[in-house]
């Protein structure tokens, strides 16, 4: 798997993920994860701490596994870092020598895994990681392709004064490119990120196949009901307590 958060993106992941950072936003997002959970849970793709570092506060025992070592890098330098041990390595592979009673992974990071293979991979992973009755969390964007014209493979994601992000889609594929242009200090960096997109049902077979079964899914962190018009979706699987 190739890193495509090192370098700038690292450097600058907070400032220009600053949205995702919104206290508000945090503090759903670690409710939702603490009640899911038995006391202790298992971040892949822990990044920088979003979500880790909320959820810790909230008595929650962390640890994490994080592909990028800028990432982890950026991450020990926050307060609270320090009681979170994080295993640098890819979330398809690395195996702990523990089980925990939630895996979650945030903020479209499966679709990083640019292959179904490497993507089931992950739900192998995450079932391996879990106590029996156990839950894996996925929050995961639903592509609007209804936006598209017949032949068209080319999104517009966002336009602001900092940021313009441009989603580049091969339909037949499931994979894409988003272009991101940021203007930092009067420069204009580019940034490329390679992904796969996947729908809910295919997830649910992933799921399924690594021996979980969907329990809940929502739109969002505040459980808001889940339609065909929903941009994202918040799932739970829940493996089997036989297994």
């Known amino acids: 798997m190739e890193n495509h958060f090192d370098g700038w993106v690292a450097e600058h992941y907070d400032e220009t993920s600053a949205t995702m950072f919104d206290p508000a936003l945090l503090d759903r997002t670690s409710r939702f994860l603490a009640d899911r959970s038995e006391g202790d849970a298992l971040e892949f793709a822990l ?5 880790a570092l909320p959820l810790a506060e909230k008595g929650i025992r962390i640890e994490g596994i994080e592909f990028s070592a800028a ?73 609007d392709l209804r936006r598209m014209l017949p032949g068209e493979q080319h999104l ?62 929502w739109a969002d962190w505040e459980c808001t009901p889940f339609t065909g018009n929903s941009a994202s979706h918040v799932s739970v699987w829940q493996i089997s307590r036989g297994r």
């Open 156 to 217: 517009l994601c966002d336009v602001s004064e900092r940021h313009i992000g441009i989603d580049e889609i091969d339909t037949a594929t499931q994979t894409g490119t988003s272009h991101h242009y940021w203007t930092t200090d009067g420069r204009i960096h580019h940034a490329t990120t390679p992904w796969r997109y996947c729908w809910p049902a295919e997830l649910d077979l992933m799921a399924r196949l690594a021996g979980m079964d969907l329990v809940e899914r």
């Open 47 to 51: 990044g920088t701490g979003r979500v």
């Open 71 to 143: 990432m982890i890098e950026r991450f020990r330098a926050k307060p609270g870092s320090e009681s979170i041990p994080v295993a640098h390595g890819d979330m398809t592979t690395v195996r702990l020598d523990r089980t925990f009673s939630l895996v979650y992974l945030v903020w479209n990071t499966i679709s990083n895994l640019v292959t179904q293979d490497a993507q089931v991979a992950c739900f192998e992973n995450a079932a391996a990681h879990l106590r029996p009755g156990g839950r894996f969390v996925l929050e995961l964007w639903v592509p």
